[in-house]
């Protein structure tokens, strides 16, 4: 059974930084396809960034050069760093997998498997 858990969540000022991490237990796909996605109240559920088994990324416009992913497979451990937040960003955030190589579709919440239980991030102005 495949388990995501987040965390490093919480509350900042605008301009401020939060390192979020999700660590993986019980995957043993060869791929995979890692995100981290976010919901506002009454909106739906977006994507931030992707990155895949290889290690490249891509991510969505409003977080490019302020959001990076990145993993450490040795830990099982992913992470999105936050710098310069907004207080747009200000959303649960959810990390999820998907046992297979990113692709144009890896951008939907529906193409996930496996979810964690997600973690606030609140960024005040």
């Known amino acids: 059974q495949v388990q995501l858990v987040e965390s490093g969540g919480g509350s900042v000022q605008a301009g401020g930084s939060l390192r979020l991490s999700c660590a993986a237990f019980?995957?043993?796909?060869?791929?995979?396809?890692m995100g981290w996605f976010r919901q506002a109240p009454g909106k739906e559920r977006e994507g931030v960034a992707i990155?895949?088994?290889?290690?490249?990324?891509s991510y969505a416009d409003s977080v490019k050069g302020r959001f990076t992913i990145s993993q450490d497979n040795a830990k099982n451990t992913l992470y999105l760093q936050m710098n310069s937040l907004k207080s747009e960003d200000t959303a649960m955030y959810y990390c999820?997998?998907?046992?297979?190589?990113?692709?144009?579709?890896?951008?939907?919440?529906?193409?996930?498997?496996?979810w964690g239980q997600g973690t606030q991030v609140t960024v005040s102005s």
């Open positions: 999820a997998a998907d046992p297979y190589d990113c692709y144009a579709a890896s951008w939907g919440p529906e193409e996930y498997n496996y």
């Open positions: 019980g995957y043993t796909y060869t791929n995979i396809c």
């Open positions: 990155i895949d088994s290889d290690g490249s990324t």
